[in-house]
């Protein structure tokens, strides 16, 4: 399996920037994809995640009404549409792959993108 994330940048507080989160190889068995961040200095959080089978999505307290997740119609790309953006937002943004959804426990993923940065400005 491999997770291709992309689309971090500089932006400032209240813009929006969109991530993607391509997937490839042996993933038939992986349903779902998630979204982490790690800021510095801080543990890694689990931000949203969408089944590529139905569409079902979960969001975490801190993004929700901000974020937008969502999947391509291939099934095999994710985005991550973020609105609004506060500086606590700042973070490496990874995706990651597995068959379920788990935003609470990082651990449970064995697939993982490479990260991608997100820096807001005040």
């Known amino acids: 399996v491999q997770l291709q994330a992309s689309g971090g940048g500089l932006v400032q507080a209240g813009d929006s920037l969109k991530l993607s989160c391509a997937a490839s190889?042996?993933?038939?068995?992986?349903?779902?994809i998630a979204w982490f961040r790690q800021a510095p200095g801080k543990e890694r959080e689990g931000v949203a995640c969408i089944s590529r089978d139905d569409g079902r999505a979960r969001y975490a307290d801190s993004v929700k009404g901000r974020f937008i997740i969502s999947v391509d119609k291939s099934k095999t790309t994710v985005s991550l549409e973020m609105n609004n953006l506060k500086p606590d937002d700042t973070a490496v943004y990874y995706c990651?792959?597995?068959?379920?959804?788990?935003?609470?426990?990082?651990?449970?993923?064995?697939?993982w993108g490479q990260g991608t940065l997100v820096t807001v400005s005040s």
């Open positions: 190889g042996a993933i038939d068995q992986y349903l779902e």
């Open positions: 990651a792959m597995d068959r379920g959804c788990f935003l609470e426990a990082d651990y449970y993923y064995d697939n």
